[in-house]
């Protein structure tokens, strides 16, 4: 199994949770290969006092080999600059190029600044948004999941002012569509039970406090309905999450980003994962940001960059059954 790594951000902590993770971590059932400069790579490597040599990164118990990049980024922790965003945004070309010539079965992308790559000139929310431009025939879905909690989002980058105006009940319909598809392709769940969140306080209380529930999000799950899948809601966001019975449902779609992912990282403890579904490709990414606050330190954690390493197994995995 081949996994192409993107290096994000290499001033933000995107470094520091590839290298412990490789330093202290094997993975023999996988060859990894990261995107990157070399002349970048031989600094880290040196930072690290990590033996670089002959495009390859010699850990303990792995190798990992550089694809080259042109864009060099020299190497200052904790500093956001414009080489390193241009050196993520060529890593990302070249690792989505090589997903898509069959030279790496999954891609992993480490976290980036999307400011810092919106300055010089790229033209996306995020990464997801990026992949919807790289396959204009697919629609993809954000699902971040820690264990049994797998939260999928109807909406994603997008300011909160634009939320109602931007779901429909023909675009949440294919939202439940492709989330059924994934837990069945993805995660193996042959019957899967999904939930699905109301937008406003209350799920709307029959119309009191919004018309979106009855509007939008019930046509859509009743819709789902008729396609043979199990669906129910919408749940008031707030009671849902705080009892137990959540647990019941193998994917849970939020209308928004932080509705969703409030609860999924107080769940997950940094051991989160982004899956991007709904993709002819497996993407897979850590659930954390730059955090240039901890860039080079011994704070940072890299349990969430393993929990994603581990996730492309499975779903390489469960994919190959069908």
């Known amino acids: 199994m081949h996994v192409i ?29 990261i995107a990157m400069n070399e002349s970048t790579a031989k600094e880290i490597c040196e930072a690290w006092n990590i033996t670089f040599e002959h495009s390859t990164i010699r850990f303990p118990e792995m190798s990992v080999t550089v694809i080259p990049c042109e864009k060099y980024a020299q190497y200052k922790p904790g500093k956001p600059a414009n080489d390193a965003s241009l050196l993520a945004i060529e890593s990302l070309e070249t690792s989505l190029k090589m997903v898509k010539n069959g030279e790496a079965d999954a891609l992993l992308t480490l976290p980036i600044s999307k400011s810092g790559l919106n300055e010089c000139g790229w033209k996306f929310s995020g990464q997801t948004d990026w992949l919807q431009h790289a396959f204009p025939k697919s629609q993809p879905i954000m699902i971040l999941f820690h ?16 939320v109602a105006n931007t779901i429909d009940s023909h675009k949440l319909s294919d939202v439940i569509q492709g989330v059924h598809q994934s837990m069945k392709l993805d995660f193996a769940i042959d019957q899967p039970r999904i939930a699905v969140l109301g937008l406003n306080p209350h ?28 669906c ?26 932080d509705q969703g992912l409030i609860p999924l990282k107080f769940q997950a403890k940094g051991h989160g994962v982004n899956f991007t579904a709904n993709l002819p490709i497996i993407r897979v990414s850590p659930d954390h940001g730059t955090a240039y606050d901890i860039s080079g330190t011994d704070r940072v954690e890299e349990h969430s960059m393993i929990a994603s390493l581990e996730a492309i197994r499975s779903i390489v995995k469960n994919r190959s059954r069908g």
Not at 5 to 15: F, K, L, M, P, R
Not at 232 to 254: M, V
Request: aromatic share 12%.
């Open 5 to 33: 790594v993107s290096c994000g951000d290499v001033n933000g902590i995107a470094t520091d949770i590839f290298f412990k993770t490789c330093l202290y971590h094997a993975f023999h059932d996988m060859q990894c290969s």
């Open 147 to 162: 264990e049994t909690m797998r939260i999928a989002l109807a909406t994603i980058h997008i300011p909160l002012n634009q």
């Open 203 to 230: 799920a709307g209380e029959n119309g009191m406090l919004g018309i979106e529930e009855g509007d939008i999000i019930i046509p859509a799950i009743e819709q789902a309905k008729t396609q043979g899948i199990y």
């Open 232 to 257: 129910e809601g919408p749940f008031p966001a707030d009671g849902f999450f705080s009892r137990p019975s959540w647990r019941k449902y193998d994917a849970i779609i939020a209308q928004y980003h």
